[in-house]
């Protein structure tokens, strides 16, 4: 293919010309292409972002699926624990309902069940409240324009404001299913009134996450109620 490399007079040409000079240096090229490639997009190793021992931050540990295809009990759990955030709310938490995980100042990873979702109906926008809303909106938030326009609104509130909101006293499960479930809470407030509200959360990548409306409201407007029929109560 490559023909006869040898000069007209016979004699040998110049190193730089001869055939297999230059396919040993096209393959040295070639190989160090190919390793500066995987080194970009880390192959060969740890993944591209992993931590691996200079300092890199890791993607957070993913939520363990469940898998129940029914409504499960909508009693309080017999581990249930209440929890305190730097405001001074507090909000009730289960070992083995969720929040299982705390990464930072997101609490995260519900149970897939009902109480689960009740959980974190409660959890999810209370901390919205708390110094790390950014990182609650990430990654307990449903992604839509409701998240974005959350996001914009919260960032000219004051966290850990609202301390004198009341505390939590009770909470229905409107709807269920595996899916998306639909909370209303009872509210018990600093006057020793009760007021209701709802929150929509939905099943989406291993965890129980607010649904926002389309103007960036996780609960609904906030109503009277007289008394605590139709509630279960949380016992503080």
Known sequence: MFGNSRGRSGEDPPFWRQQMWILSVAFIVGSALLAAAIGLTGGGGAPAGS?????????????????PAAPTSTLPPDDLTWQVLESGKRIPVSASNGPRYADGQVLRCFAHTTMGAVLAAHVVPTQLGEQGWRATVAQQVIAGTGRDVLAGRLDFATPGAGRSHGSYAGYSVVTYSPQAASVRLLVRTTAGQYVATVVEVRWDAGDWKVQPSRVGEVRTASETVTGNAGFTMWKN
């Open 51 to 67: 931590a691996t021992g200079g300092g890199a931050m890791t993607a957070p540990v993913p939520c363990a699926a469940g898998v």
